[in-house]
């Protein structure tokens, strides 16, 4: 029942959503309406769709020469074919409104597009954006321990993902903490390598200590990485089981209700791996 469930929840909530954040590029120029640039941004725009839902990523270029256009899409990696192929469908038309930037990057809860006039496949580029909805969470009433608790059960979704190729650069998870469960979310786009994805992973779980630390939830969204937590379940877990070694030597689950007793020290040293560095939200850029 619950496989069912869950796809028709995240159908009613793409129907109903707004985009998380949209980005323009600074330093790209604007292109021309009925222009060369335009025609070929359409085109590849068209394909996004019925391509992306068959692996839940895709990227490919049209055109020749300077009016070439090179886009990219991602599903995140819960949703079923027919939802990813909705959301993209919807984000292609959406991203044509607004500026005419020749680089720019579309984000929804359940996929974002990016296209651009150079060619950007397989390359790192961290671009950090703090969505709004992140001003309506609630705090938490032990900050403290929740972010110790929180940032261990990221840091090891962060592994999972970054170095388990099964996983396609996609891991969920949940850890108990004291009457309820933090529920976690961490992907990097399949085109990049291992280490690229932790390290993207660690600068978006920077700025999410930065922007929501102490709160209910929080999600930060790049162009190579998101990372998302909230206070209750939000992706669909029915096949994503992950197991790791706890830190007091037993087995703790991602993807199931699992208490984890922490040792204070063991937690702060795990947070202060991810942590040690904290990194504005700006574009960085990382070439293979």
Not at 141 to 158: A, G, I, K, Q, W
Not at 171 to 190: D, R, W
Not at 244 to 250: D, E, L, M
Request: hydrophobic content about 35%.
């Amino acid at each position: 029942m619950l496989s069912m469930i869950i796809p028709l929840f995240m159908l009613s909530t793409l129907t109903n959503a707004n985009p998380l954040f949209t980005y323009c590029f600074n330093d790209a120029i604007n292109y021309t309406a009925n222009s060369q640039f335009e025609d070929n941004l359409q085109q590849i725009l068209q394909w996004l769709p019925s391509n992306t839902s068959v692996t839940g990523f895709y990227t490919n270029s049209f055109g020749d020469g300077a009016d070439r256009v090179y886009g990219e899409a991602l599903c995140r990696g819960d949703v079923t074919p027919t939802i990813c192929q909705n959301c993209i469908k919807i984000a292609s038309q959406e991203i044509l409104n607004g500026c005419r930037s020749e680089e720019k990057i579309i984000w929804y809860e359940l996929c974002q597009i990016h296209y651009s006039f150079q060619n950007f496949s397989s390359l790192m580029v961290y671009t950090g954006k703090y969505p709004d909805s992140n001003n309506l969470e609630k705090n938490v009433s032990n900050p403290s321990h929740f972010n110790e608790v929180l940032m261990y059960l990221m840091d090891n979704l962060s592994s999972e993902a970054s170095f388990t190729p099964s996983k396609r650069k996609f891991a969920v998870g949940e850890i108990k903490f004291s009457k309820s469960n933090i529920y976690g979310l961490v992907q990097c786009t399949p085109d990049i390598k291992e280490s690229d994805c932790r390290s993207c992973i660690t600068f978006a779980l920077g700025d999410l200590k930065a922007c929501c630390q102490g709160r209910q939830g929080g999600i930060v969204v790049s162009r190579n990485c998101n990372v998302r937590f909230e206070l209750y379940r939000f992706y669909n877990a029915t096949s994503m089981s992950l197991t790791y070694p706890s830190p007091a030597g037993g087995k703790w689950k991602t993807g199931m209700v699992v208490a984890v007793t922490c040792i204070s020290a063991l937690c702060n040293s795990c947070t202060h791996s991810v942590l040690c560095c904290l990194y504005p939200v700006e574009e960085r850029r990382t070439r293979r």
